[in-house]
Structure formats: structure tokens, C-alpha cells
């Protein structure tokens, strides 16, 4: 039998086979948009449609899903709006995730570079301490298919994390859930999340053709569980295709791995996942 899997590991061989064998579509030297003035914000915005959604070892819906994110950045400061829709059909299941918006996410992230910094600043930082960056934020989570007197309707996470521009690019987040009780008790998390990660970008051809591969994983403090333990790991690929200067078409794949079962008290199983990213910068 012909699964749903093997068919999409299918069509993502043929379009990594067609990326690495391709110019950028419709490529040209100075781009079809007015030239950005030097005081405008980059802009991105992305459209990613995978076949269902996990965080952080948790399935939130094996049914396929709709993501959309904007992002606005200057000097270092990003703000971003993050949506999840579900395509869930089978209405006489529905259990307030048919066919509607699951999540609205909305983040503040502070980011910066000491390379960056030293140039500004005029101060002479050690070589070694050059390619790292430091980023804090906050996130604020809402579940608009639930009634807004639900205790689980929102909740609030801050985070801190450092990333180092090397080879494999080692990266440490640090998120935590300010929201009320432990354990689901009263709403919210209430519990820290721990997020190691490697990385590594291969450029395929000059016109900005990509491949990058990925891993991550996790240990959980009683963040949305009663345990703290080892959580997921995360091996995940993707390549990014240039079109048209702004866009970029981006198919990926991912495996999440439960490394303790305890640690979500068994509600969470092994997953493969994947889809594509179909994205806009200015």
C-alpha cells in the first residue's frame, strides 16, 4: 500500500532533486520592488502547510495544518504574530479543533550580536567572543477555539537563549511558562523548558539555493506535565528554493523523538512530520 508518507518523501526527493539541478526561477540583479530605505523594517511573512502540528514532543493534532507567521525587525528588536489552523475534518469528533484557528502566538525578541555590538559600542571584544548572540523575548500564547474563561484559554512564556556562529552553530533557549499552576492544575505551565540544538547550513549553489539540517532536544521541568525529565529530539532537513528575489519555496521533513515517556506522563508518541514553507523577505 502506497501510505501518505512514502508519498510525501516522494514529492520532497523530487523537489530536492529539481533544487539542486536548477537556477533561482526568474532571478534578477536588482529586483522588482522599490529599493527598501535604509530606515524601513525587514519584513518576512510565511505561509507553511505540514501534516500536523507537534511542539516540543507534544502532538497537538495529527490532522494536516495551515501556519501562518509575520515578523517585523529593526535594530534587533523583532515582533512577530504566529497563527495554527487545522484542517481537522471529521466534524463528528469535533472537539473544538475543526477546521478553525487552534493558536494565536504573539512574541517581543530582543537579539544581539557582540560582533555587532563591539562595532557600535567601540569597545574591542576577545575574537572568540565575537560570533556570539544573545536573544530574550517574550511570548504570549492564546487558544482561541476555547472560551476566553477557560484557564487554558492563554498563557505567558519568557525566554533567554545564546547561539554561536560556527560550524554547527550550537545553540541553548532557555523557556519559561509564567503561567498559573503546576501541572495543569490552574492553567498555564508553569515550568521551564530547556532547548539544546545543532545546526548546519550547505549552500548549493551561488543564486542562495540551500540545504540545512537540524537537531535539537529538550528537558522538560514541569512545563505542561507534573515530571521533569528528558523530553524530544528532534532531527529535522530542509532546502530552501529561490524565486522571484523575495520568495523562497522550502520543503522539509522532521522526526521527533520521545526520549521519556514518563516525562509526559505517556501522553506522547514518536513522529515523523513535514510539509512546505512558502515565504516572503523585504
Not at 565575537?130 to 517574550?138: E, H
Amino acid at each position: 500500500m502506497f501510505s501518505g508518507k512514502r508519498f510525501f518523501v516522494l514529492i520532497l526527493t523530487i523537489l530536492v532533486i529539481w533544487a539542486v539541478t536548477a537556477e533561482a526561477l526568474m532571478d534578477t540583479e536588482e529586483g522588482w520592488l522599490p529599493q527598501k530605505p535604509e530606515w524601513m523594517p525587514d519584513i518576512s511573512h510565511s505561509h507553511s502547510f505540514l501534516t500536523k502540528y507537534i511542539w516540543r514532543g507534544w502532538n497537538l493534532g495529527d490532522d494536516p495544518v495551515w501556519q501562518m507567521d509575520t515578523s517585523v525587525s529593526k535594530w534587533g528588536l523583532t515582533f512577530d504574530i504566529w497563527t495554527n489552523y487545522t484542517f481537522d475534518s471529521d466534524k463528528s469528533d469535533d472537539n473544538g479543533l475543526y477546521q478553525e484557528f487552534t493558536e494565536v502566538d504573539y512574541t517581543v525578541d530582543y537579539t544581539i550580536n557582540m560582533e555587532q555590538l563591539s562595532g557600535v559600542s567601540g569597545m574591542d571584544f576577545p575574537e572568540v567572543i565575537l560570533p556570539l548572540s544573545v536573544s530574550g523575548g517574550y511570548v504570549y500564547y492564546t487558544f482561541p477555539n476555547l472560551d476566553r474563561d477557560d484557564k487554558f484559554f492563554d498563557t505567558h512564556e519568557v525566554y533567554l537563549g545564546a547561539s554561536y556562529d560556527c560550524f554547527l552553530q550550537p545553540s541553548f533557549i532557555w523557556y519559561w511558562d509564567v503561567g498559573v499552576g503546576k501541572g495543569n492544575t490552574d492553567g498555564g505551565g508553569d515550568g521551564s523548558y530547556f532547548q539544546f540544538g545543532l545546526g548546519h547550513t550547505f549552500e548549493l549553489a551561488e543564486n542562495g539555493l540551500s540545504a540545512t539540517i537540524g537537531w535539537t532536544t529538550g528537558i522538560i521541568d514541569e512545563q505542561w506535565t507534573d515530571e521533569t525529565g528528558w523530553a524530544d529530539m528532534v532531527f529535522s532537513g530542509e532546502v530552501a528554493i529561490p524565486i522571484f528575489n523575495y520568495f523562497t519555496i522550502t520543503p522539509s521533513i522532521a522526526y521527533s523523538l520521545i526520549l521519556d515517556r514518563d516525562t509526559y506522563n505517556d501522553d506522547a508518541e514518536n513522529e515523523f512530520y513535514g510539509g512546505i514553507t512558502i515565504g516572503f523577505d523585504y
